[in-house]
T-cell receptor, first 111, second 113 residues
Framework: DQQVKQNSPSLSVQEGRISILNCDYT??????FLWYKKYPAEGPTFLIS?????DKNEDGRFTVFLNKSAKHLSLHIVPSQPGDSAVYFC??????????FGQGTRLTINP | NAGVMQNPRHLVRRRGQEARLRCSPM?????VYWYRQLPEEGLKFMVY????????ESGMPKERFSAEFPKEGPSILRIQQVVRGDSAAYFC???????????FGPGTRLTVL
């Protein structure tokens, strides 16, 4: 039972353009959502989070949007840079404890 | 402030041996979480501990796996009588409280021959 889904295994974007990564969830009890970035042979690095009481959170080049009625969230990166190439994981929690992760999306930024 | 530390980074075991994975949380963090990542998959929650207490072990396999977070020292994830299916990357995360972001260590890559 995959409660958090990232349906795009990979995404390729040109440097300087916007990258949009998507995530869908099924559990209506989730109240906190996070995005992590992961390089090979390293642990996930926290990027940005959003509480279910908000619909948008912005931090520099990163913005997360939450659509609770659609059970959908997205991460926007603009402008995209070569160093953004990594695997991005969306995660959710109910009660801010254990995280449920999506399968990840491999983002490649092309020069 | 050092991040979450895990050791060893790589561990090779033969079937039937024991694997011990260690995690030192960030300074000031008393909440520790263990996750497992199989190849080409996302991370799966295993167990959540606070000092000397297991809070949630709903993701732990029923047999051979155990975890502890003693009053002194690192958190330990122990896998007894390893099998090839235990081969995975095991990540530890820590947080200062239950409602904070979790910060991850670099992981231990376990290979069972």
């Amino acid at each position: 039972d995959q409660q958090v889904k990232q349906n795009s295994p990979s995404l390729s974007v040109q440097e300087g353009r916007i990258s949009i990564l998507n995530c869908d969830y099924t559990n209506s009890m989730f109240d906190y959502f996070l995005w992590y970035k992961k390089y090979p042979a390293e642990g996930p690095t926290f990027l940005i989070s959003i509480s279910s009481i908000k619909d948008k959170n912005e931090d520099g080049r990163f913005t997360v949007f939450l659509n609770k009625s659609a059970k959908h969230l997205s991460l926007h990166i603009v402008p995209s840079q070569p160093g953004d190439s990594a695997v991005y994981f969306c995660a959710a929690s109910a009660g801010a404890q254990k995280l449920v992760f999506g399968q990840g999306t491999r983002l490649t930024i092309n020069p | 402030n050092a991040g979450v530390m895990q050791n060893p980074r790589h561990l090779v075991r033969r079937r039937g041996q024991e694997a011990r994975l260690r995690c030192s949380p960030m300074k000031g963090h008393s909440h520790v979480y263990w996750y497992r990542q199989l190849p080409e998959e996302g991370l799966k929650f295993m167990v959540y501990l606070q000092k000397e207490n297991i809070i949630d072990e709903s993701g732990m396999p029923k047999e051979r796996f155990s975890a502890e977070f003693p009053k002194e020292g690192p958190s330990i994830l122990r896998i007894q009588q390893v099998v090839r299916g235990d081969s995975a990357a095991y990540f530890c995360a820590s947080s200062p409280g239950a409602d904070n972001e979790q910060f991850f260590g670099p992981g231990t890559r376990l290979t069972v021959l």
